[in-house]
Nanobody
């Protein structure tokens, strides 16, 4: 069993930056693909970014490409999301997720993931 704890959200002005973290416990996630999703009020949960277990491959939603960077530290069992040039439309609850077997575009779908964090609120003011 894997437990994920998201942190790092907050209130920031448009153009600002935040760094989200996701700490894993219970089992090492060093061989898991990990991802970030977000959900705004009244909207479905949407893919933000994913990274393979080695970090060799990363995937991004078009809406965040060039502004967000996903990374991981397997020694610390921790996933990160560096968010720069934030926009009001980035406002959402952000969730980290882990999965043992997704690859490529399969990692874009929430249903592919077995484990989820509790979410951390990101609010971007205009």
């Amino acid at each position: 069993q894997v437990q994920l704890v998201d942190s790092g959200g907050g209130l920031v002005q448009a153009g600002g930056s935040l760094r989200l973290s996701c700490a894993a416990s219970g089992r090492t996630v060093s061989r898991y693909t990990m991802g970030w999703f977000r959900q705004a009020p009244g909207k479905e949960r949407e893919f933000v970014a994913a990274i393979t277990w080695s970090g060799a491959f990363t995937y991004y939603a078009d809406s965040v490409k060039g502004r967000f960077t996903i990374s991981r530290d397997n020694a610390k069992n921790t996933l990160y999301l560096q968010m720069n040039s934030l926009k009001p439309e980035d406002t959402a609850v952000y969730y980290c997720a882990a999965d043992q077997s997704c690859s490529g575009r399969g990692c874009y779908h929430p249903a592919s993931y077995d484990y989820w964090g509790q979410g951390t609120q990101v609010t971007v003011s205009s």
